[in-house]
């Protein structure tokens, strides 16, 4: 039997500068972990680069998070410490964000499927 979990998946599309390099990447994670663990109903957030697309329109990473309720991701919005991550990042910002915020079934790899 695979397991599947429903998450609300909030994804942030950037545009970033060259400086953004991954020291700050780094940083900007260590400081999305600061997030996680402050806010109840997120279950996870990673900034990453692309590294492969052709097609992205200019956008060159992404912030991608996890959360098993709408109240997590309401919470997170205005949270002190996601605003102190709005503040590392702001300084690399090039051009306009695109945020998609839907509903997901993620489904439990087969490695991990229950017996």
């Not at 098993?68 to 997170?76: H, K, P």
Request: hydrophobic share 35%.
């Amino acid at each position: 039997k695979i397991m599947s979990q429903r998450f609300l998946q909030h994804v942030v599309f950037l545009k970033l500068s060259e400086e953004c390099d991954d020291d700050e990447l780094k940083a900007f994670n260590k400081q999305m972990d600061r997030i996680v663990n402050a806010i109840d109903g997120m279950v996870c957030g990673k900034i990453t680069k692309n590294e492969y697309s052709t097609r992205t329109q200019g956008f060159t990473h992404q912030n991608v998070c996890l959360f098993s309720t709408v109240e997590g991701l309401n919470i997170y919005a205005d949270h002190p410490e996601h605003v102190k991550l709005k503040g590392m990042v702001k300084k690399f910002v090039t051009g306009n964000l695109a945020v998609i915020d839907s509903w997901t079934d993620m489904i439990t790899p087969k490695i991990f499927k229950s017996k």
